[in-house]
T-cell receptor, first 112, second 113 residues
């Protein structure tokens, strides 16, 4: 069964304290892996798409990496405005063209 | 702003009442989706529409119906609301395949009492 697991569920960091969020996945074949940011009371907002092992994408303080079993979202020197829930989603070959499988997210709180 | 617009933002229903959640997108996307988000459960697909004129069930379709009214609009109907349908509902749209994943609306927070 295709599955996505994110860890930790919640993470508290001091401003400037770098860390990583994990997204482990089990799929028969991966079309793509997506990272989203979700602020309270809002819909998820697209961050990155990764397609193959070894690929990396960067945006400001965020860097996403991909292996055959997991993806990491590295946050370097975070600021309070990085506080949000970060969601990972996979698009498996077996799900058909249109359906993603989402993880339950990591709630990140960055303290000033 | 371009994007996905959902109405209403909040709604309280009594058990057994019906309602329709509205969704419209102005990005000329072919595919549209309805998800529900519950604590600890993640986002779960209710129904999707790959293109205008087609709809298909997702992971949790029971108790819901959908209508793809045209390319822009995709509505979700609860015929007889139940407390288990208390959730936050998100509409999303995308191209058939895209580097940018889905574009989500801001959500409808529904409480069924």
């Amino acid at each position: 069964e295709d599955q996505v697991t994110q860890s930790p569920e919640a993470l508290r960091l001091q401003e400037g304290e770098s860390s990583s969020l994990n997204c482990s996945y089990t799929v028969s074949g991966l079309r793509g892996l997506f990272w989203y940011r979700q602020d309270p009371g809002k819909g998820p907002e697209f961050l990155f798409t990764l397609y193959s092992a070894g690929e990396e994408k960067e945006k400001e303080r965020l860097k996403a990496t991909l292996t055959k079993k997991e993806s990491f979202l590295h946050i370097t020197a975070p600021k309070p405005e990085d506080s949000a829930t970060y969601l990972c989603a996979v698009h498996p070959f077996t799900s058909g063209t249109y359906k993603y499988i989402f993880g339950t997210g990591t709630r990140l709180k960055v303290l000033a | 702003n371009a994007g996905v617009t959902q109405t209403p933002k909040f709604q309280v229903l009594k058990t057994g009442q019906s309602m329709t959640l509205q969704c419209a997108q102005d990005m000329n996307h072919n595919s549209m989706y309805w998800y529900r988000q519950d604590p600890g459960m993640g986002l779960r697909l209710i129904y999707y529409s790959a293109s205008e004129g087609t709809t298909d069930k997702g992971e949790v379709p029971n108790g819901y119906n959908v209508s793809r009214l045209n390319k822009r609009e995709f509505s979700l109907r609860l015929e007889s609301a139940a407390p288990s349908q208390t959730s936050v509902y998100f509409c999303a749209s995308s191209e058939v395949w895209t580097d940018y994943g889905y574009t989500f609306g801001s959500g409808t927070r529904l409480t069924v009492v």
